[in-house]
């Protein structure tokens, strides 16, 4: 059996809240740049901070934060298949994503992307708007930080 509090307790890697941003708007510029696309500026981008939630729900009050990033590419429907495919062959050649779920549906030109970087926790989306024919959302989403200088709270 092993000691669960170990690991709620185990350090979490740090950063600040405007690192993170930054680090967010570079790698999100990064996927439209390996799909091909152009982020957009009808919608977001959408900036989210979230309170870390841990497995049994608990929530600390050290400033532990995790942030989604989320813009959108004004991409025809029928090029965006074509476009996530591009950056799925980039994702994999790296290495270091692992590409958790990916599916084209050709009959209504959709596409969905998700991903994990197995080194450093992040989730990535690439897909299609439903309700916006039009749209290709590029998504990525941050492990749990904790802000440099805060003293970790113990569970």
């Known amino acids: 059996m092993s000691d669960t509090s170990a690991d709620l307790n185990k350090p979490l890697p740090r950063k600040s809240r405007d690192a993170s941003l930054t680090w967010a708007k570079q790698y ?3 996927m439209a740049h390996h799909a091909g696309v152009t982020i957009g500026d009808r919608f977001g981008p959408f900036t989210s901070f ?3 939630v841990g497995a049994g729900d608990e929530v600390a009050d050290d400033g532990r934060y995790t942030l989604t990033y989320t813009v959108y590419a004004d991409v025809r429907r029928e090029e965006q298949i074509p476009a996530v495919r591009k950056l799925r ?3 994999k050649a790296q290495g270091d994503m692992d590409v958790s ?3 084209e549906r050709p009959g209504e030109q959709q596409v969905i992307l998700d991903g994990t970087h197995t080194k450093e926790h992040f989730s990535l989306i ?3 708007v439903r309700k916006t024919p039009d749209l290709l959302r590029l998504s990525v989403s941050t492990p749990c930080f904790l802000p440099p200088g805060a003293a970790q709270q113990k569970f």
Do not use: H, I, T
């Open 89 to 91: 062959a980039v994702l």
């Open 28 to 30: 999100v510029a990064a």
């Open 50 to 52: 979230e309170d870390c």
């Open 126 to 128: 690439a897909d299609s």
């Open 101 to 103: 779920g990916y599916e």
